[in-house]
Nanobody
Framework: QVQLVESGGGLVQAGGSLRLSCAAS????????MGWFRQAPGKERAFVAV????????YYEDSVKGRFTISRDNAKNTVYLEMNSLKPEDTAVYYC???????????????????WGQGTQVTVSS
């Protein structure tokens, strides 16, 4: 298990930007595939993006493609989610997650990830 702590959430107007960070405790951070999920009020937690171990491979949920960018810095044990052109429908609690499963260019399920952060709130006003 790896401990994950998200930060960077907040309130932003539609069209604005935010950068989320997720710091991991593991000394072997680079062995984990990392993902971001979000949970909007009254909805289930949903996949947003995933990045492979080296940072060279990424995959996004369709609604965030072209607006969000997932990246990682293995030297800092941190994964990021850069969010641009934010919309009110992006309002949610955002979670980062870690898995030892192989990376794939495909949608991931919650069940694929074994470690989760506590979440950070992102609110986009119209």
């Amino acid at each position: 298990q790896v401990q994950l702590v998200e930060s960077g959430g907040g309130l932003v107007q539609a069209g604005g930007s935010l950068r989320l960070s997720c710091a991991a405790s593991a000394r072997t951070f680079s062995v984990y595939v990392m993902g971001w999920f979000r949970q909007a009020p009254g909805k289930e937690r949903a996949f947003v993006a995933v990045i492979n171990r080296s940072g060279g491979g990424t995959y996004y949920e369709d609604s965030v493609k072209g607006r969000f960018t997932i990246s990682r810095d293995n030297a800092k044990n941190t994964v990021y989610l850069e969010m641009n052109s934010l919309k009110p429908e992006d309002t949610a609690v955002y979670y980062c997650a870690a898995t030892l499963r192989p990376f794939a260019f495909s949608h991931y399920s919650e069940r694929d990830f074994s470690s989760w952060g506590q979440g950070t709130q992102v609110t986009v006003s119209s």
